[in-house]
T-cell receptor, first 112, second 115 residues
Framework: DAKTTQPPSMDCAEGRAANLPCNHSTISGNEYVYWYRQIHSQGPQYIIHGLKNNETNEMASLIITEDRKSSTLILPHATLRDTAVYYCIVRGYGGATNKLIFGTGTLLAVQP | GAVVSQHPSWVICKSGTSVKIECRSLDFQATTMFWYRQFPKQSLMLMATSNEGSKATYEQGVEKDKFLINHASLTLSTLTVTSAHPEDSSFYIC???????????FGPGTRLTVL
């Protein structure tokens, strides 16, 4: 079972920041929060992941609450090419916990 | 970044035939690969975990005799859909875990249409 809850859809204006929330209230201490996205008819693309600290890379920022029960993925300047389904996934490290179990994700529609 | 390829990218076959899909890690070694299936407007569903040199581990409800998985090398896993039927038509996606950094990378997917 997916361990995360995300809104089914969100809109964002082109050029504005897109903030995608995710709840993972049952996350374990050794589980990471991963974000992937899937553009229509393509394989999922890795975006970012974190354990407890906020993380930033060239694609996005990940803000994890202090209690780790929720997180927010931030796309600082959304473009039309960022329209995709965004998946927030909780994943362990090593062995059987390596599996990525996908929930329903959030369909982000970037509007011109 | 690490690249995972799939072949073919799409295939159309007649009902009752078998179809083989290949998943390759192009620039890294992958002791573990995963196979997913995705129906239209749905999320990815994990089918099985493929471990190099050993039998695959199937998720509940996935028929191991119908979906044959072979992981013969550190860079190649194959999924064979045996005696395919129209209900097997789907988007099949593989992923591979890099043994170097434990990160998981996805292939572009294979669209199977069974007539």
């Amino acid at each position: 079972d997916a361990k995360t809850t995300q809104p089914p859809s969100m809109d964002c204006a082109e050029g504005r920041a897109a903030n995608l929330p995710c709840n993972h209230s049952t996350i374990s201490g050794n589980e990471y929060v991963y974000w992937y996205r899937q553009i229509h008819s393509q394989g999922p693309q890795y975006i970012i992941h974190g354990l407890k600290n906020n993380e930033t890379n060239e694609m996005a920022s990940l803000i994890i609450t202090e209690d780790r029960k929720s997180s927010t993925l931030i796309l600082p300047h959304a473009t039309l090419r960022d329209t995709a389904v965004y998946y927030c996934i909780v994943r362990g490290y090593g062995g059987a916990t390596n599996k990525l179990i996908f929930g329903t994700g959030t369909l982000l529609a970037v509007q011109p | 970044g690490a690249v995972v390829s799939q072949h073919p990218s799409w295939v159309i076959c007649k009902s009752g035939t078998s179809v083989k899909i290949e998943c390759r890690s192009l620039d890294f070694q992958a002791t573990t690969m995963f196979w997913y299936r995705q129906f239209p407007k749905q999320s990815l569903m994990l089918m099985a975990t493929s471990n190099e040199g050993s039998k695959a581990t199937y998720e509940q409800g996935v028929e191991k005799d119908k979906f044959l998985i072979n992981h013969a090398s550190l860079t190649l896993s194959t999924l064979t859909v045996t005696s395919a039927h129209p209900e097997d038509s789907s988007f099949y996606i593989c992923s591979a875990i890099s043994s170097g950094n434990n990160e998981q990378f996805f292939g572009p997917g294979t669209r199977l249409t069974v007539l």
